[in-house]
């Protein structure tokens, strides 16, 4: 047996090997999450008091929300620079509707979360049928969003209705708020459909496609799902970023986009697809965003704010990078071989 | 049959249908508004393209290297170095070459952080070059306290703008030199053909003997140096910056490289096709501004809605990526 | 088998591009046989298959399965008409484990979700039944990527088989199989035919066909030329249907069939006194060029070796066992962690390709498509790649009309066909591709050419002119290293062969010895007397159709 078997392949059992790989990444960001809830902790003051963890967890959510939506779409070998723009235009088509009027507010809610889909739907179609490459894509897509969010609401403003905001600063069992329940249910409903066959397509689709394909994976299908999907999670997060602010924006697209995708990558998603979770960018959200008050609270000179918390944000995405990267790493010929 | 063969070949080049459109565009302008068909509107058009054009030559370049590689932070490096050049120049001809190369320089060091994350750190180039934005951003605010002081030299807006014949600005003169040089790089240098090389497949370069990541580095740091370029050419233009100045660039590059027939997987296309996007580009976002779409009421809305549009449209005629089954 | 043919294809045509894969084909096979669809690269083979599976879409032609018309749009419906494929380009996702890789595309699930334990009762009976080509062991819950490619295969035919299938393709399934793994496959082969399964079954062995196969359908030029009960057929006379030339031995090979010519390889070089090297016999006459002594890294555990300036070494063995490693440590393109290179005397230390060309090293990749060539690019570049910083003016700029002298010159030399030197090299058939793989590295004149499988996947005709260009090379005196996992092929090229087996080399063997039994019997660890148990998957001449096999799995 052991002739056939061409020992010393593997320096660790297969399975070994297998668990080291996946958790990795996982360990990063604990890592990272640990470090800076700690750092928070020290530097700023209240932050495990009822109301700093509810102002926290109320900046948390739609960041985290839209690295949720990134992810889903990444995971499947797509990119949407256009996420930011549907947040901005499915924020817009609530607000709108709302009218600061708690009547309207279901009707308002569907309303955004059908144009977040319908926007993802668009997106799935130009790359999955069209099969136009996703990054030039969705950047000719962001500038129609952006078009027609503005188109929406000229310029900031709009009246969110009282009970949306109102639900949203609230605080249960005195330690738990709202927000942080819903970063819980974002969580648990990923693994709901991450264990249905349609999440393992996702996976196998970004992980590589023409396997899936000649395994009889409906192939773009996965690819249009996931961008609808995609979209309607970052409709969701539009409804947190008005529910918070209490007006809507219309300019804020790219900003969410690059925070989106710098999120997804510190929680160890694999750009290329295949790899990675939603759990991992949630966390890479909850970092970044503590790092911005960190670098806030941290006392850093005000014009140097924004240098710092790039560098900090380069080195945690280098970090994440390091740990993650196994392939690409072993170059010439072991490293071309599948 | 060799004649029908070409012919279908032509249709199918990117550059081709890229050129193709771009005269229809320009036709559809000047029916609309005959003024654009004057040499002097012609000249001007290509004017704004050439900037687009200068800060796409090391896009171009990144993304034929390959390995997923794209630069967004030329629009970063191009409003760097504008604003190094600015605050050295102060409006002066004194010291003019020397603040060129410490603006270029600057600008070179964000390709050489690039490079390092990337090849070393082996961060996803989209990311790390997002996240030089922020940096970069972040140092402006440092380095200028929000407001950017001083002026271009003179010579330099002299350079830029200044007439030489039928009233061809010397930017375009400019443009036209990068341009051969570019070219010239690609197709008559060793280094053009390794670039290619790896960009098609890595390792098939590195196991001929090519060092595909001193090929890579190269390739950012060429990018952030001629974004340098196109921000010098930016402030000579405008001769005044301010921190947003390169943020357009950002991805209306990718975009010149991409309808150029430059693919992203890298290792296909070439600097002529990206000339040709850059104009198709600039063209559009002309005519879509002479229809006076928009403006009043809609505000900016309504052209920015029908470039995406046409965008999507335009890269439909190519520029697809294979389908699955054969 | 007067039953009405189970699965029947007429007509299909395909062209891709100027191309035509396919110009009117027919084929026809019944359940319970295994059928060989044979021919030389190009010939249309893999395209009619695919045909079959629905990977690819015929411009013409009909399909009919079991009496009903088969029209595929894709894989999901070959799948629901029962049939599975094991593709040459693997169709696993490396990041899966094997059980989700086995499972993909059809899931069992209960209330929407996933079913894991209804995908492990599917699944593990399979991968049970091939322990013993995972050496024993049941990776369930390994990522594939942690499986070496033997292994991936193996987990690729099991997914062809959860599928439980009525018609089974394998195409080059056995390829990167140890010969372990391709008993054991046979053997369910066997078993499948039993249950009135039609496997249908593409190889570049003969002997394999051989081995399993009840018919042959020959392929030539995309269409098929005959179809022949392989029982009856001399292996000549299948050589001479593929190749469509009344000699069976194209362009100066000696026939294929008749193995074990120890002639070898032409050449000045090839003194007399190969033979007795048996031992580290320093012959004094010629002192090695290249010599390497207790070489480490990466799955080698101190190598050492010695070619002299125009011989051709052999790397033999078990598949895996560090030839490949070996080469591309000597390449610099594996760690090496100790050892001492001697190249003329000289001590080299190159630590990566680019140093190693420098020095005088050539190296052709075991996969041509993704470590030999730029497909995308043209033949031209492709040639000029290795070489053309040393034609570049001032290291710099490049002449057109020089390169394309040079390019033509090797081009010449290694025979290649092509359109124009414009062309991408992705246009040109496998055969040829090959040739621009080895002939690029002409231009640099290597003093060391190491070879890892070079005619892996080429037909016939171009394996013949594959062993001409590394005797060539041979003769301008460089030292040539060859690695195969195709005994026959060793026997062919080489000098000399070194057995390698768990990273140290183990045999030499050389001169009258060198024949394909020693190298099975070496490489197998084996008495003599085993020999001919483990050469009876290898054999040419088997008379029965229904082959026995050798009992032993990996004694």
């Known amino acids: ?338 | 049959m060799t004649t029908t063969l070409t012919a279908r070949r032509l249709t199918r080049d990117p550059v081709v249908i890229s050129g193709v459109v771009t005269l229809l565009l320009w036709v559809v302008a000047s029916f609309y508004s005959p003024a654009f068909a004057s040499w002097g509107h012609i000249v001007t058009t290509l004017t704004v393209a050439s900037f687009l054009g200068v800060i796409a030559i090391g896009q171009t370049l990144v993304i034929i290297a390959g390995g997923e590689g794209i630069d967004l932070s030329v629009g970063s490096a191009a409003t760097l170095s504008a604003i190094v050049a600015s605050r050295f120049m102060d409006g002066s001809n004194d010291g003019f070459l020397f603040a060129v190369l410490v603006a270029l320089g600057s600008a070179c060091v964000i390709g050489v952080v690039n490079g390092i994350g990337v090849l070393l750190f082996r961060v996803p180039p989209l990311v790390m070059t997002l996240g030089m934005i922020a940096v970069v951003a972040g140092f402006i605010r440092l380095y200028t306290g929000g407001r950017p002081e001083g002026s271009a030299a003179p010579l330099l807006n002299q350079l830029v703008t200044g007439d030489t014949v039928f009233g061809i600005p010397g930017v375009l003169w400019l443009w036209l030199a990068l341009s051969v040089v570019v070219i010239w790089l690609l197709r008559r240098t060793a280094f053009g053909w390794r670039l290619y090389a790896v960009g098609a497949n890595r390792t098939t370069a590195h196991l001929s003997g090519v060092n595909p990541s001193a090929i890579r580095f190269s390739a950012y740091v060429l990018s952030s140096l001629f974004a340098g370029v196109g921000g010098l050419l930016l402030l000579g233009y405008s001769q005044n910056v301010y921190t947003n100045l390169g943020a357009d660039y950002m991805l209306n590059s990718v975009a010149a490289v991409v309808i150029g027939g430059t693919a992203l997987i890298g290792g296909v296309g070439g600097y002529l096709g990206t000339i040709v996007g850059a104009i198709l580009l600039t063209v559009l976002s002309a005519l879509l501004r002479t229809m006076q779409i928009g403006g009043g009421e809609w505000g900016d809305a309504p052209r920015q809605i029908l470039f995406g549009l046409v965008l999507i449209v335009v890269l439909t005629a190519y520029g697809r990526q294979r389908h699955l089954r054969a | 088998m007067d039953s009405p043919t189970f699965l029947r294809m007429s007509g299909v045509r395909k062209r891709y591009g100027g191309v035509t894969a396919l110009d009117g084909a027919d084929f026809e096979a019944d359940s319970g046989t295994v059928h060989a669809v044979l021919g030389p690269n190009g010939s249309g083979k893999s395209t009619l298959l695919k045909v079959l599976t629905g990977v690819v879409g015929p411009d013409a032609g009909q399909v009919r399965l079991d009496g009903a018309p088969l029209r595929p749009r894709g894989p999901r419906d070959t799948l629901t008409a029962g049939i599975s494929s094991v593709y040459q380009e693997l169709s696993l996702v490396e990041d899966f484990t094997v059980l989700d890789n086995l499972v993909l595309g059809v899931e069992p699930s209960r209330f929407g979700l996933r079913d894991r334990r209804a995908a492990l009762a599917r699944s593990l009976p399979w991968l049970e039944r091939f322990a013993p080509a995972f050496g024993g062991r049941v990776p369930v819950r390994e990522r594939v990527s942690d499986l070496d490619p033997g292994e991936r295969q193996v987990v690729e035919v099991c997914k062809a088989l959860v599928r439980d299938p009525r018609v089974l393709v394998l195409d080059e399934a056995t390829a990167s199989l140890r010969r372990g793994q391709v008993e054991v496959l046979f053997e369910v082969v066997d078993e499948l035919r039993a249950r009135g399964v039609l496997i249908l079954f593409i190889t570049h062995r003969l002997a394999e066909i051989y081995a399993v196969c009840d018919r042959a359908t020959v392929m030539r030029n995309g269409t098929d030329v005959a179809t022949v009960a392989v029982a009856g057929t001399p292996e000549a006379e299948l050589l001479e249907l593929m190749s469509g030339r009344p000699s069976a031995a194209p362009s100066g090979t000696r026939g294929p069939g008749t193995p074990a010519v120890e002639t070898p390889t032409e050449g000045p070089a090839t003194a007399p006194d190969a033979t007795a090297a048996k031992d580290q016999d320093t012959d004094p006459a010629t002192s090695p060029r290249l010599e390497v002594r207790d070489l480490t890294g990466d799955r080698l555990h101190g190598v050492s070796l010695k070619v002299r300036a125009g011989e051709v070494l052999g790397l033999g063995g078990l598949q895996g066992q560090g030839q490949s490693e070996l080469m591309a440590a000597l390449f610099g393109a594996a760690r090496r962690t100790g050892g001492t290179v001697l190249l003329d005397g000289t001590p080299v230390r190159a630590r990566s390709p680019k140093q190693a060309v420098r020095a005088g090293f050539c190296y052709v990749p075991g996969n041509r498509g993704t470590q030999g060539l730029a497909l995308g690019r043209p033949i031209l570049e492709n040639l000029a790649l290795p070489s053309v910083g040393r034609r570049a003016f001032l290291g710099v700029g490049l002449s057109r009309r020089r390169e394309v002298a040079a390019a033509r010159a090797v081009a010449e030399r290694v025979n290649t066909r092509y359109g124009s030197l414009n062309d991408p090299v992705s246009t040109l058939s496998g055969g040829n591709q090959q040739k621009i793989v080895v002939g690029k590295w002409f231009p640099t004149e290597p003093a060391v050419v190491l070879m890892d499988d070079p005619a892996k996947g080429i037909d016939v005709g171009a394996k013949a002119e594959m062993f001409d260009v590394v005797a060539e090379l041979a003769a301008s005196g460089a030292a040539v290293i060859v690695g195969s996992s195709d005994d026959r092929e060793l026997v062919e090229v080489c000098d000399r062969v070194l057995v390698m087996f768990e990273g140290r080399v183990v045999d030499e063997v050389s001169g009258d010895r060198l024949t394909e039994d020693t190298l099975i019997a070496s490489a197998m660890h084996v008495t003599g007397a085993d020999v001919a148990a483990a050469r009876e998957g290898h054999t040419s001449e088997l008379p029965d159709p229904e082959p026995r096999h050798a009992e032993e799995g990996g004694a």
Do not use: K
């Not at chain 1, 014009?303 to 740990?323: D, H």
């Open chain 1, 1 to 338: 047996m052991n002739l056939l078997r061409g020992t010393g392949t593997q320096d660790l059992p297969g399975p070994v090997r297998s668990v080291m790989s996946v958790h990795m990444p996982a360990l990063a960001v604990g890592l990272l999450l640990l470090v800076t809830v700690t750092a928070s902790a020290i530097l700023q003051p209240g932050f495990f008091s009822p109301y700093g963890l509810s102002a926290s967890f109320a900046t948390f959510l739609p960041l985290a929300t839209i690295a949720a939506a990134q992810t889903i779409i990444v995971l499947g070998g797509g990119i949407d620079l256009s996420i930011g723009t549907i947040v901005t235009l499915s924020s817009a088509v609530s607000v709108v509707l709302m009218q600061g009027d708690d009547a309207r507010l279901p009707l308002a809610l569907a309303a955004g979360l059908a144009t977040g889909a319908a926007c993802g739907l668009f997106n799935g179609l130009v790359v999955a049928v069209l099969r136009l490459q996703p990054i030039v894509a969705t950047f000719a897509t962001s500038s129609v969003f952006g078009g027609l969010a503005l188109l929406v609401l000229p310029s900031p403003g709009g009246q969110v209705s009282p009970i949306l905001t109102g639900t949203y600063r609230m605080v249960l069992a005195m330690y738990v708020p709202i927000p942080a329940v819903l970063l819980v249910v974002l969580f648990l409903s990923w693994r709901m459909m991450r264990g249905t066959r349609y999440g393992q397509h996702l996976y196998a689709v970004g992980g590589n496609a023409e396997a899936a394909y000649t395994s009889a994976v409906p192939v773009s299908r996965v690819r249009v799902l996931s961008y609808t999907l995609g979209g309607m999670v970052a409709s969701l997060a539009g409804v947190a970023l008005l529910a918070d602010a209490g007006a809507g924006d219309p300019t804020l697209g790219t900003e969410l986009t690059l925070g989106s995708i710098a999120a997804l990558v510190i929680g160890g998603t694999r750009l290329r697809g295949g790899s990675g979770g939603v759990g991992g960018a949630l966390v890479g959200a909850v970092v970044l965003s503590l790092i911005q008050g960190l670098v806030f609270f941290a006392g850093v000179p005000t014009n140097a704010r924004e240098f710092v918390y790039g560098c900090v944000i380069i080195a945690a995405i280098a970090l994440a990078g390091l740990l993650t990267a196994r392939e690409g790493s072993a170059s010439g010929a072991s490293g071309g071989r599948r």
